[in-house]
């Protein structure tokens, strides 16, 4: 799976749009992106992923540029809740190839 | 129901204990995975099932055992470990294949003294 690179730590102030940026240069073509979550002593929590469209659900919006090699994990209108350690992800899941590796994540803090 | 159940929540055993930490889902997913994580950490792969089939061991050391007994049930089993294995251990399942999601246990947190 490819690498990928998240800045270590962010702060947002509640209310406001959280934007999650995160590289991954050298994604293969068949690769999906993968946005996981981590509350305090919690089990990673799904987010979002996509393959090469924008992606949104109920919790946040997946932004990918064209080249693929880049994109933004962006949450909408921020809460506390939100506080939490941010894992963008890059994995192909072929049958009998499950791997979901993580990396070492953004710790997104919440300011009220 | 994408509700992966781990039990116990949280284990205390000591060096020559024997333990199982047991995980369930009842989502009909294919795929199987224990997670380690040490505090501040992110979590790190241990092993993964398809189909009920071992297919990912990364390297772990023989004093974890594996095993899945059915297509709902996975099962980590603990001899002889040592305090360095104090840890959280993650379990989640997929359905598999391209475009799927991973669900995530809560963790059973371990204590080895």
């Known amino acids: 799976d490819a690498k990928t690179t998240q800045p270590p730590s962010m702060d947002c102030a509640e209310g406001r749009a959280a934007n999650l940026p995160c590289n991954h240069s050298?994604?293969?073509?068949?690769?999906?992106v993968y946005w996981y979550r981590q509350i305090h002593s919690q089990g990673p929590q799904y987010i979002i992923h996509?393959?090469?469209n924008n992606e949104t659900n109920e919790m946040a919006s997946l932004i990918i540029t064209e080249d693929r090699k880049s994109s933004t994990l962006i949450l909408p209108h921020a809460t506390l809740r939100d506080t939490a350690v941010y894992y963008c992800?890059?994995?192909?899941?072929?049958?009998?190839?499950?791997?979901?590796?993580f990396g070492t994540g953004t710790r997104l803090t919440i300011i009220p | 129901d994408t509700e992966v159940t781990q039990t116990p929540k949280h284990l205390v055993m000591g060096m020559t204990n024997k333990k199982s930490l047991k995980c369930e889902q009842h989502?009909?997913?294919?795929?199987m995975y224990w997670y380690k994580q040490k505090a501040k950490k992110p979590p790190e792969l241990m092993f993964v099932?398809?189909?009920?089939?071992?297919?990912i061991n990364e390297s772990v050391p023989s004093r974890f055992s594996p095993e899945c007994p059915n297509s709902s049930l996975l099962n980590l089993h603990l001899h002889a470990l040592q305090p360095e294995d104090s840890a959280l251990y993650l379990c989640?399942?997929?359905?598999?294949?391209?475009?799927?999601?991973?669900?995530f246990g809560q963790g059973t947190r371990l204590t080895v003294v």
């Open positions: 050298t994604i293969s073509g068949n690769e999906y």
């Open positions: 989640a399942s997929s359905q598999g294949g391209l475009g799927t999601e991973a669900f």
């Open positions: 996509g393959l090469k």
């Open positions: 989502m009909g997913h294919r795929a």
């Open positions: 099932y398809s189909y009920e089939k071992l297919s």
């Open positions: 992800i890059v994995r192909v899941a072929n049958f009998g190839n499950e791997k979901l590796t």
